[in-house]
């Protein structure tokens, strides 16, 4: 699979169109539960779940544009959604699609040296339970 449409929503706002790379990324937390029984292996369990989502996104100053939609969310807890594509209205088995909330702890309105694309590059972790969806 090639990656040429992937589906990028927080809060009410579809911001596919200003998205060139995104990474959705969850993790559980490795415990140590070695005990004597163990015989001389370490066990091991897992523990609570953490999720990020990293963007980046190409920036766009217009009124209704990608930093003015952002600024507004700075400090919030607000939805996100995303898919591989979205060339389907709903979810598949062959395009899942993940949900949940994510703190939007940053915002770097200018980033970037003469000559360079106008991006900013942005990383958010979740806030409770990430689902994933394929009906």
């Known amino acids: ?3 040429t449409a992937e589906q990028i929503v927080i809060g009410t706002n579809n911001l596919s169109q200003y998205v060139k790379k995104a990474e959705l990324g ?13 015989a001389g292996w370490k066990e091991r369990i897992g523990g609570l779940k953490d999720g990020s989502l990293d963007i980046d996104f190409i920036q766009d100053f217009s ?19 995303v898919r591989a594509t979205d060339a389907a209205t709903s979810t598949s088995t062959s395009n899942p699609g993940y949900t949940g ?10 980033q970037g040296s ?3 694309e106008a991006t900013v590059g942005v990383s958010y ?6 689902t994933r969806t394929t009906s």
Do not use: H, Q
Request: proline share 4%.
């Open 101 to 110: 909330n994510l703190l939007v702890k940053e915002w770097s309105p200018l």
């Open 26 to 38: 969850i993790e559980v937390e490795d415990k140590e539960v070695t005990n004597y029984a163990s």
């Open 1 to 3: 699979m090639v990656l």
């Open 63 to 81: 009124a209704a544009g990608l930093d003015a939609i952002m600024w507004a969310k700075l400090g919030t807890v607000t939805t996100f959604a």
């Open 125 to 130: 972790p979740t806030s409770g339970a990430v």
């Open 114 to 116: 003469v000559g360079d």
